[in-house]
């Protein structure tokens, strides 16, 4: 069973030493600081991509790993944490190179144990970057990893055969076609609910569904997966 926000604190035991969740802060755009802050842990492991770290201190909080080419960065920003007590771990990258700084970000993450992730300032901006930011909520499905997109608007996760529960003080939620055709969908009360549906990339069914008052949604998908994108607040 999944629920959409996790507001305990989420250790994960590797190797014997007992890891934090790892959040993941990018280049895109974060408007409402103090709404993206309601999200994070006291303990969360924060690693910044590159130009991302300008986010740091809206979010009030200290890098413990930098990673990027620094083609975005400000300098006197990077300069700034390089300099704290502690100093943060900063891991330069090539310009040239196949991964995007932010998913660099998230396999080393892996590789250092973490199997719980949050993903901010993925959104707007570039929309390639977008859309390759959502990609690595596949990855790390993928891999059995736990991961939540969360941006000024919306919080978005990969679902599949696991159910997905979604709490009714949501505008809006969608059930997208991300990685494939999907079948054996079902959406339970909902407006407009689904019973061991197939969805296509060609036509996207799931957009702008409610939760029926009072009650909590359910998503899962027998055979492939999809994203599950709750809209907390319409601009």
Known sequence: MVEF????????LFGGIFLKRCVIVSAGEIHDYKETKFFLQPDD?????????????????VPELIVGDFDSCDP???SKYAGTAGHPEIVKLPR???DTDTLYAAKLAVERGFSDFILLGAM??????????ISILLYLDGLGKKAILIDDYSKMQIVGKEPLF???????FSVLTVA????????????????NASLSANFQLGVSNEV???KVAEVCVASGRVLVVVVTCCA
Do not use: M, Q, W
């Open 180 to 195: 494939g055709d999907v079948s054996g969908v079902t959406i339970k009360n909902a407006k407009y609910p689904l019973e």
């Open 76 to 78: 006197a920003v990077l």
């Open 5 to 12: 926000v996790e507001t305990s604190i989420t250790c994960h």
């Open 166 to 172: 979604i709490g009714d003080n949501c505008s809006y």
């Open 212 to 214: 029926l008052p009072g």
């Open 124 to 133: 707007g901006g570039r929309f390639d970057h977008a859309l390759a930011n």
């Open 45 to 61: 492991f924060f690693i910044f991509c590159d130009g991302g770290l300008s986010h740091a201190d809206g979010l009030c909080v």
């Open 96 to 98: 040239e190179k196949d």
